[in-house]
């Protein structure tokens, strides 16, 4: 996969479906995107075959290692009837970390975002991630999302803050600048990052992982 074609073989297809974009590349999302009401399940994309529950209720994931998420950028196209089954689809994930040099996190944020208004000018219902880099990557989120009653974040990208004072800070900021209505977890936080989230007044509505699912007997196994 080439990132810089992929993100311009999106782009072309959005502007051709009516999306605008910012003078940075970066797209403008339409309030109408996003869900109006929670899922009763969140679950991976590759994983989606051993949930019980109906499709309609589920949204789908994508927190994995990076080289199991790669695939479906490619393969999103091909997969929008798939996703169409289901209550909604979360933002891809590509790792985004204030380590990585600053364009490397605007790529895959970039990637992150494209990838979610594809399935979004197809009438597919989506969640913005809370997941960003530096702090130049937050307002970049910040300003092509926009507002959105519901966000979602997965439980490994937040394990630092229980030992790393810098990103707390950085969690803080979006705490502070995002303020989303109720942020979903897919997977417990720890305790640190709950404390955050009361601080600010958060709500944060916790799903089980499917590792956790699993052990509960609440997913088959084939």
């Known amino acids: 996969m080439h990132e810089i074609e992929l993100v311009e073989r999106y782009t072309a297809y959005l502007k051709d479906r009516g999306v605008e974009f910012y003078e ?6 339409k309030s109408e995107w996003f869900i109006n009401n929670k899922p009763l399940v969140i679950a991976p994309f590759n994983k989606r075959q051993y949930y019980r529950q109906n499709k309609q209720y589920i949204s789908i ?3 994995g290692k990076d080289e199991h998420l790669y695939p479906r950028l490619d393969k999103v196209f091909e997969e929008i009837e798939i996703l169409k089954e289901y209550h909604s689809v979360c933002m ?8 990585m040099l600053g364009e490397v996190q605007r790529m895959n944020l970039l990637l992150n975002l494209l990838f979610i208004c594809v399935i979004a000018v197809n009438d597919i219902k989506i969640i913005p991630s809370f997941r960003t880099g530096d702090l130049e990557t937050m307002f970049l989120l910040i300003k092509s999302v926009g507002n959105s009653k519901y966000w979602i974040m997965g439980t490994i990208g937040t394990q630092q803050i229980r030992s790393n004072s810098f990103y707390e800070y950085l969690f803080r900021a979006k705490c502070l600048f995002i303020n989303p209505g109720r942020l979903l977890s897919y997977g417990r936080p720890n305790s640190k990052t709950v404390k955050c989230l009361d601080d600010y007044g958060i709500e944060c509505v916790v799903y089980k992982d499917f590792r956790n699912l699993s052990y509960s007997k609440e997913v088959y196994y084939v």
């Open 24 to 29: 940075n590349g970066f797209p403008m999302f």
């Open 61 to 63: 994931c994508y927190f």
């Open 92 to 99: 891809m994930d590509v790792s985004i970390s204030p380590l």
